[in-house]
């Protein structure tokens, strides 16, 4: 029987890798320098680097079940997603930060219809959205999409209760980005302060972030814009 994830790495190795080899080169001679971290969700057909064009280096990606965002305050156990953000933070110094969740998201789903008993630590770690879900018993595709909107949104406003983030989105170092891609459409939602989640293709810029500054805030330099 044919192994093959096997015959994968081997090809990957024989005819992927040679088209990249000087730049795996250099990313390993002068170390990887992503400006970007990418929170997504887990799902399989959330492909981060087919919707951003990236190539290797370009994101420090972290994934996890309905791209959540785990409170700062070290109060709920071991947390690589925490640490991941910590890491992209203060060591690598990314200048932004993406949260991107998506249409169809098993996780959201989940928020209305349970998880199996067997399933502790899924359960437990749902909780991350729980504020995002809407009093409805049985929601609907819409219901579930602006669950899913809401989640994204809760989970950059919990970014900004990392103090590393938020010195850092307040001094215009760091933005911060809700994504909610459009499996079916292929496009990404961005979200907007003002006009909330706005297809790419409508939209101004990648977004905002909840905590855009003030006008009046906006130094002189324009730093802050
Ligand atoms: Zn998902």
């Not at 399989?44 to 309905?66: C, D, H, I, K």
């Not at 249409?103 to 349970?114: D, E, P």
């Not at 938020?166 to 994504?179: F, M, P, S, Y």
């Amino acid at each position: 029987m044919p192994d093959e994830l096997l015959e994968r790495l081997q090809r990957f190795h024989t005819d992927a890798f040679p088209t990249q080899r000087s730049l795996f080169r250099h990313l390993v001679d002068d170390g990887q320098h992503p400006l970007t971290l990418f929170i997504g969700c887990s799902d399989s057909r959330l492909v981060p680097y087919l919707l951003t064009g990236a190539g290797p280096g370009e994101l420090f990606l972290v994934r996890n079940v309905g791209a959540f965002v785990p409170p700062h305050d070290q109060s709920q156990g071991f947390h690589g997603t925490a640490a991941a953000i910590e890491f992209a933070v203060l060591n690598l110094q990314v200048r932004r930060i993406v949260v991107c969740g998506h249409s169809h998201c098993g996780a959201i789903r989940a928020l209305y219809g349970g998880v199996p008993a067997a399933a502790p630590n899924l359960a437990q770690w749902l909780e991350l959205g729980r504020e995002a879900v809407l009093p409805v018993a049985e929601p609907g595709p819409d219901a579930l999409r602006r669950t899913e909107q809401r989640a994204i949104v809760l989970q950059l406003e919990r970014l900004m209760a990392y103090p590393m983030v938020r010195e850092r989105v307040e001094a215009g170092t760091i933005t911060l980005h809700g994504w909610h891609y459009v499996i079916e459409d292929g496009e990404v939602h961005v979200f907007d302060v003002e006009r909330g989640f706005v297809p790419a293709s409508a939209a101004e810029h990648a977004g905002t972030g909840p905590y855009r500054p003030a006008p009046d805030e906006v130094s002189p330099a324009g730093h802050a814009a």
